[in-house]
């Protein structure tokens, strides 16, 4: 079997998502290895993986982000390749060479492609230049306050204010006058500077971007094959979100018409090749409802924490596909999508205000119902540490149209129990009575008016 050359493969990341990807590298034949803190000794993906080695305390600068501890686990393993899963050291291209020049395959786009795209200013440059969609925006780095004054003056307010690197929408605010416009600068700035390991505000690296007033985050998935093509995957609705971190992913997306949906996917397929890229990866754009109209907002160079409602609706594995593409295989993907699937990040936070609420799970119990996927990364008598993400699990939901689908969520979300650490579970039950929600008429602005 081609994909034979990967194993062992080793997991570079920890919780759901490691314990996602062990799955498919088992199931197709091959040895999975494990990497993780000692706070994550006793979390599932450590038992699951056929091999585990503990690479460092708590502190991710201390063991997940240590590039050289990861390749020394996979060296002593005899790893032949690497996942990287996302967050961490996912999009890092320094990361990606690493792995390369020790002699092991990087599942995952070329570090060149990382490159390119993790400057968001040099990425809509270059999707500009391709033809794809973009806001009207600054097209070189904004590095102090004066330049930003003039730059929004030019765009127009409201403008949209973030770092050129980095993602989650950290340091991303909304200025509407000039006095806004200050404080977003100020914030944008310092998060660019912890982002570059800077520790003044001296020339850091900020963006401007009209803001699209009721705009839906909509995302293509798409997939680089190592015959040149480039496949859409269908698109994913990303627009419930809390301090523009999402927390509910759906797809098809209710809220875009067929004729837009086929100009996001060809923009997509457009940006993809613009770059040759290679493996699964995500053209996420800004969606103005009122207008059906789309601008390109930035590429992530991994797999999504939203991959499973792309998989509920095409029947494909995704991660089946990064290994068989890093192996050098060119699979025949078909495109088509059937369904409705839901996707809800289940956090350990407080589901009012959204603050993280680590703590030790006393129970946990999954849904299983017809039609429901859980990818947890807990259960039981493991405990949520405040070192990593709040997130515990995904609960997916599929259903023959949406309506079928926002039904079986629930169903769902009212049988998922956690015990113990706080949850945002009663929030997604408060969604899924929510008008607007139901409707699939909303936009990036919903979670805020439901805490207004």
């Known amino acids: 079997m081609l994909t034979d050359s990967l194993g062992p493969v080793l997991i570079a990341n920890r919780g759901e998502i490691a314990r996602r990807i062990i799955r498919t590298v088992k199931r197709m034949g091959l040895r999975a290895v494990a990497v993780h803190s000692e706070a994550d000794a006793d979390l599932p993906f450590v038992r699951e993986a056929d091999e585990a080695v503990a690479i460092g305390p708590a502190n991710p600068a201390q063991s997940y982000l240590d590039i050289a501890k990861v390749l020394e686990a996979a060296r002593a393993t005899g790893a032949r390749s690497v996942h990287p899963g996302y967050g961490f050291l996912a999009e890092n291209a320094a990361f990606a060479r690493a792995v390369i020049d020790a002699g092991m395959v990087w599942i995952g786009p070329a570090p060149e492609a990382i490159d390119r795209m993790g400057d968001k200013i040099n990425a809509r440059n270059l999707m500009e230049a391709a033809g794809v969609p973009v806001a009207a925006g600054t097209r070189e780095p904004v590095t102090d306050l004066s330049l930003a004054l003039r730059a929004a003056e030019s765009i127009g307010y409201p403008v949209m204010v973030k770092t050129a690197g980095g993602g989650g929408g950290i340091g991303m605010s909304v200025a509407h006058d000039e006095e806004d416009l200050g404080k977003a600068y100020e914030q944008a700035a310092r998060a660019a500077a912890r982002f570059t390991g800077g520790d003044a505000l001296d020339g850091p690296a900020v963006l401007l971007e009209r803001y699209?007033?009721?705009?839906?985050?909509?995302?293509?998935?798409?997939?680089?094959?190592?015959?040149?093509?480039?496949?859409?995957?269908?698109?994913?609705?990303?627009?419930?979100?809390?301090?523009?971190?999402?927390?509910?992913?759906?797809?098809?997306?209710?809220?875009?018409?067929?004729?837009?949906?086929?100009?996001?996917?060809?923009?997509?397929?457009?940006?993809?090749?613009?770059?040759?890229?290679?493996?699964?990866?995500?053209?996420?754009?800004?969606?103005?409802?009122?207008?059906?109209?789309?601008?390109?907002?930035?590429?992530?160079?991994?797999?999504?924490?939203?991959?499973?409602?792309?998989?509920?609706?095409?029947?494909?594995?995704?991660?089946?596909?990064?290994?068989?593409?890093?192996?050098?295989?060119?699979?025949?993907?078909?495109?088509?999508?059937?369904?409705?699937?839901?996707?809800?990040?289940?956090?350990?936070?407080?589901?009012?205000?959204?603050?993280?609420?680590?703590?030790?799970?006393?129970?946990?119990?999954?849904?299983?119902?017809?039609?429901?996927?859980?990818?947890?990364?807990?259960?039981?008598?493991?405990?949520?540490?405040?070192?990593?993400?709040?997130?515990?699990?995904?609960?997916?939901?599929?259903?023959e149209d949406r309506a079928d689908a926002l039904e079986k969520g629930r169903k769902a979300v009212g049988a998922f129990v956690v015990v113990g650490p706080k949850n945002n579970l009663p929030f997604c039950a408060e969604l899924l009575d929510n008008p607007e929600f139901v409707s699939g008429d909303y936009d990036t602005g919903l979670v805020a008016r439901m805490r207004a």
Not at 267 to 273: L, P, S, T
Not at 297 to 302: A, H, Q, Y
Request: glycine share 10%.
């Open 212 to 399: 699209i007033e009721r705009a839906r985050h909509v995302e293509v998935q798409i997939l680089g094959l190592p015959d040149g093509r480039v496949v859409a995957l269908g698109e994913r609705d990303c627009s419930v979100q809390r301090r523009h971190q999402k927390v509910v992913e759906e797809s098809p997306s209710p809220g875009i018409t067929a004729e837009l949906r086929e100009r996001m996917l060809a923009a997509a397929v457009r940006a993809g090749e613009a770059v040759g890229y290679l493996g699964a990866g995500t053209v996420e754009c800004l969606v103005d409802a009122d207008k059906q109209d789309f601008v390109f907002l930035e590429m992530n160079t991994r797999l999504q924490v939203e991959h499973p409602v792309t998989e509920l609706v095409t029947g494909l594995d995704l991660v089946e596909l990064q290994l068989r593409v890093a192996a050098g295989d060119s699979p025949d993907v078909r495109a088509g999508t059937h369904g409705h699937a839901i996707e809800f990040r289940v956090y350990a936070e407080d589901p009012k205000r959204f603050f993280p609420g680590p703590g030790k799970i006393t129970e946990w119990e999954e849904p299983v119902f017809d039609g429901v996927r859980v990818d947890s990364g807990y259960t039981a008598g493991n405990t949520v540490t405040p070192f990593y993400d709040p997130l515990m699990a995904k609960l997916c939901v599929y259903g």
